[in-house]
């Protein structure tokens, strides 16, 4: 009977956890906050960045009782880019001082606001790829500067329309590549009709 028991917890377990692993945004639609808690405990990182926001944003019951830090810190951890992103914000604006202390189950959280920029950068968030750019254009290390540049055709690679429209900018501007108006056009166009909320491409 024992056996049978921890067979039939075993397959529970398996077949839960399997489903946490295909979970998507759209299942995430359907599901009610305790629901997605459900999740987030069980180690899904997109419930967990799900649960982040809701927390962030004050859209769950309670909402003050729980510590969005913690679950962006879960999700991340776990390599969702996003999240990484979103703590990085977090510690850079300072909100980490009063949320991200509280982590339940984290002795020592990494505070350090470049490793998960960098990692997010890594995971291929075209957000903090362009970020990075952004936080050493204006070094006067060359080598930092090759690295943000990187970062920053990657981002273009991935269509990201900032990004875009960023090397635009530098095409026109002749800095970090040579000065080139035409190319430059042609990404203010490319980045025209990947964002038609935005304006500033077709102004150029």
């Known amino acids: 009977m024992k056996k049978i028991l921890v067979i039939i917890l075993f397959l529970f377990v398996f077949i839960k956890s399997s489903f946490a692993e295909n979970l998507t945004k759209d299942d995430l639609l359907k599901m009610s906050p305790n629901q997605i808690m459900v999740f987030a405990n069980n180690g899904d990182p997109l419930a967990q960045l799900w649960l982040g ?3 962030y944003n004050g859209s769950i019951p309670n909402w003050n009782k729980y510590s969005y830090c913690k679950w962006y810190y879960k999700s991340a951890e776990q390599n969702n880019s996003e999240a990484a992103f979103k703590l990085y914000n977090i510690i850079k604006t300072g909100d980490a001082l009063s949320s991200c202390p509280k ?10 606001k470049n490793y998960w920029l960098l990692k997010s950068a890594r995971l291929n968030n ?20 090759k690295i943000g540049f990187m970062w ?25 590549v040579e000065r080139n108006i035409g190319e430059a056009i042609k990404l203010f166009a490319r980045a025209s009709k990947l964002d038609i909320k935005n304006d500033a491409p077709d102004r150029e």
């Open 53 to 55: 926001d809701a927390i």
């Open 103 to 112: 982590i339940i189950g984290i002795k020592k959280p990494n505070l350090d």
């Open 126 to 145: 075209p957000d903090a790829q362009l970020t990075y750019f952004e936080n050493v254009k204006s070094t006067d290390d060359e080598n930092d500067k």
């Open 152 to 176: 920053l055709k990657k981002a273009v690679k991935s269509n990201f329309p900032p990004a875009i429209t960023k090397l635009a900018y530098l095409h026109l501007w002749g800095s970090y």
